[in-house]
């Protein structure tokens, strides 16, 4: 007996215009991905409210991470801020790592794209825990899903 599709999911993302500008070519088609993937396949289950499914709204403001999580129609069910001070330094790091990374892609030698893919690699998974983490207790999700939510966080500070 089918079940139909599962009601703690994301049907639709949207980055707040106000918090990001215009990235790099390279930046906005990992922008444009991460929210497709996020779409297409994603476990997210906003603790203490009906099921789903869920539309979501990303936002910076005054320094802070905002989950703005909306029924799929748009009505506003709750709102999380979380601090982005744990996420300074690795943001920062992964954005050097993501530039040695298109640099190498550019001039490098495979064995030299496969290290620093490797490293970038690595760092989003930590970031992914992270993430995780914060939003425990507020939101669970599974690790795909943060994965492709650091990708989003990434691109609200990369501002054009």
């Not at 089918?2 to 639709?12: I, N, Q, S, T, Y």
């Not at 390279?26 to 539309?55: K, T």
């Not at 030299?112 to 490293?119: C, H, T």
């Amino acid at each position: 007996m089918d079940e139909g599709p599962d009601p703690f999911r994301l049907v639709a993302i949207r980055l707040d215009e106000a918090s990001i500008g215009r990235g790099p070519p390279d930046a906005e088609h990992e922008r444009a991905v991460a929210i497709y993937d996020l779409v297409e396949e994603n476990s997210f289950r906003p603790i203490g409210q009906p099921p789903g499914p869920y539309s979501l709204v990303l936002s910076i403001v005054d320094k802070r991470l905002v989950f703005d999580v909306r029924s799929a129609n748009g009505a506003p069910l709750v709102t999380h801020v979380l601090s982005l001070t744990p996420f300074r330094k690795i943001v920062k790091d992964y954005f050097l790592v993501c530039e040695s990374y298109h640099a190498a892609i550019r001039t490098g030698a495979p064995s030299r794209i496969e290290a620093i893919d490797l490293g970038r690699r690595g760092m989003h998974d930590e970031a992914s825990e992270l993430l995780r983490e914060r939003l425990r207790g507020k939101i669970d999700v599974d690790f795909d899903t943060a994965r492709r939510l650091f990708t989003l966080i990434c691109a609200l500070h990369r501002r054009g």
